[in-house]
């Protein structure tokens, strides 16, 4: 049984040869990548048989072994995997769960990423050849420590099956993936900021020496242990390990006798009461496109990932910004501008996500200046709360009062002149849009007019008109307080100036595009 799972995978692996030129060439770059990987890594871990230090090459061994437990424990869980050995297409051959169970494990150690961490592993224990009782722990953990990666892969793989098997958990699943991904740059660049030649060694054993006895690291952590003598910590740490992986083998073998008993978990419509935000808000086609506007901003996925993915963006400013050494009391004016920022430019393409539907305005003789104005309702009533909150939090953590009505008029005027921009530019230059009902995560090619230049010219059009309003801010900052008064009175008159004159200009162009806004939505539908 065992053989045929094997021939099973390797026959999945040869039919991957199979494919188109391109997809078959992009493989052969992963597996020299994958190769050119295991070569550096292996010669490393033999180098380092000959250093004299065996507490750093330890240390080193301990994160790198973390490290490489966590990947493959939680790529599978953020990001979801196509398991081509599900446990759930074996349910009608009445297998043993136990025998299943390990038929899949195993067949799980024949990968690219599994087969270059077994020869990794694999050269630790060259790495600890100082004697024979090294040899053997070495030998031990190194199992230990390969079987903790494959299983704890299978586990997540099996979870994330369960999780994402319905569209809005796969995407909401990539939101999270995305936020890992953008705190690990963050962690990247504070990394990059330590003076490694003087405080690397000491931050790095102080890491090691907390992994070593967590599951992470405790496999990778015994030989070395052993290797200085600490035969009691090396066995403590070869059980921790131990147990780990029969943890995570029972929880393997119970999750494949859950798969397959359960049926694949489907997607359920919600039961809403009501007609939602349409009882809300009065009469009239601009309350009613208002109201559609929230309830898709709500329940459309192209629309809340945007929006969730908007806060971090500002986090990841924040530290660039003071690794670059600015002081910490104006990194905190930066924030609430960019969350406006990106929350008025957010509708700048919201005609395109409506595809065809556009015809309902269109045929019911709405005029454009209802649709405009009815679309800039979400980002409005999410807006006013985040100025409010985000420039009383920004003047406390500024220091001083003095810039409250300074902030609050650069991040205002910020966001109603991208939403009067907005008003135009989705109008006048809509570009190809994720479909309604498709993954947020994916882009529709484009031709004509480029989506990438009609993103650069809306976004930094805000910037250039409020970049008035943001040299008073700093001249009253620096130079003299009296500019702080004159930033609120310019922002009024730019913000608000821009806000209606793209009201307007917006609903003419509406107006006159009429048929070309559908010709748009049947084109790229």
Aim: charged content about 10%.
């Amino acid at each position: 049984m065992v053989a045929q799972f094997l021939g099973v995978k390797l026959r999945i692996m040869g039919n991957a040869f199979r494919r188109s030129p391109w997809q078959v060439f992009g493989l052969v770059i992963g597996l020299l990548y994958g190769a050119f990987i295991t070569v550096l890594v292996v010669g490393s871990l033999v180098t380092a048989r000959l250093v004299t230090d065996v507490s750093a090459t330890h240390s080193v061994v301990v994160v790198i072994g973390a490290v490489a437990v966590l990947g493959f424990a939680l790529l599978p869980l953020l990001f979801g995997v196509d398991d081509t050995l599900d446990p759930r297409e074996f349910a009608l051959f009445g297998i043993p769960n136990r025998t299943l169970a390990t038929g899949l494990l195993l067949a799980g150690l024949i990968g690219i990423p599994s087969l270059v961490l077994i020869v990794c592993a694999a050269a630790t224990v060259v790495t600890w050849s100082q004697n024979p009782a090294t040899v053997l722990v070495a030998l031990i953990a190194a199992a230990a420590g390969v079987l903790t990666c494959v299983v704890a892969s299978r586990v997540t793989t099996a979870i994330a099956h369960v999780l994402f098997a319905t569209r809005r958990s796969r995407e909401a699943g990539g939101v999270v993936g995305i936020l890992v991904l953008l705190i690990i740059g963050s962690v990247v660049l504070l990394l990059l900021t330590v003076d490694w030649a003087r405080d690397g060694f000491g931050a790095l054993t102080g890491a090691a020496g907390w992994l070593s006895w967590t599951p992470l690291g405790a496999a990778w952590s015994a030989p070395g242990a052993a290797a200085q003598g600490e035969w009691g910590a090396a066995l403590l740490q070869l059980l921790i390990a131990l147990a780990t992986v029969g943890l995570l083998w029972l929880a393997w073998v119970g999750l494949v006798g859950r798969v397959v008993a359960t049926p694949e978990r489907e997607g359920h419509s919600k039961a809403y009461r009501g007609l939602g935000w349409f009882d809300r808000l009065p009469g009239g086609p601009t309350a009613a496109i208002a109201a559609r506007s929230m309830t898709y901003w709500g329940r459309d996925a192209r629309y809340w990932v945007s929006i969730v993915l908007i806060p971090v963006i500002p986090i990841c400013v924040i530290v660039v910004l003071i690794l670059a050494g600015l002081p910490a009391h104006y990194v905190a004016l930066v924030p609430l501008p960019l969350v406006c920022l990106f929350l008025g430019w957010s509708i700048h393409n919201d005609l395109a996500f409506d595809s065809t539907a556009i015809w309902l305005h269109l045929v019911s003789g709405t005029r454009g200046i209802a649709d405009r104005a009815g679309r800039m309702f979400p980002p409005v009533v999410v807006g006013i709360p985040v100025l409010v909150v985000g420039s009383i939090a920004t003047t406390i953590a500024f220091g001083d009062w003095a810039v409250l009505p300074s902030v609050a008029a650069l991040s205002g005027a910020i966001l109603v002149i991208g939403l009067g921009l907005s008003s135009i530019t989705s109008v006048l230059l809509p570009y190809p849009a994720t479909k309604p009902g498709d993954s947020a995560f994916t882009q529709p090619q484009t031709s004509g007019a480029s989506a990438a230049t009609v993103q650069a010219l809306s976004f930094f059009a805000i910037v250039i008109l409020a970049s008035p309003v943001l040299v008073f801010l700093v001249l009253g900052l620096t130079v003299n307080a009296f500019w702080l008064a004159i930033a609120p009175v310019v922002a009024v008159l730019i913000g608000f100036g821009t806000l209606f004159l793209g009201l307007w200009l917006g609903g003419r162009v509406f107006d006159r595009r009429g048929p070309e806004l559908m010709a748009f939505a049947n084109r790229n539908d």
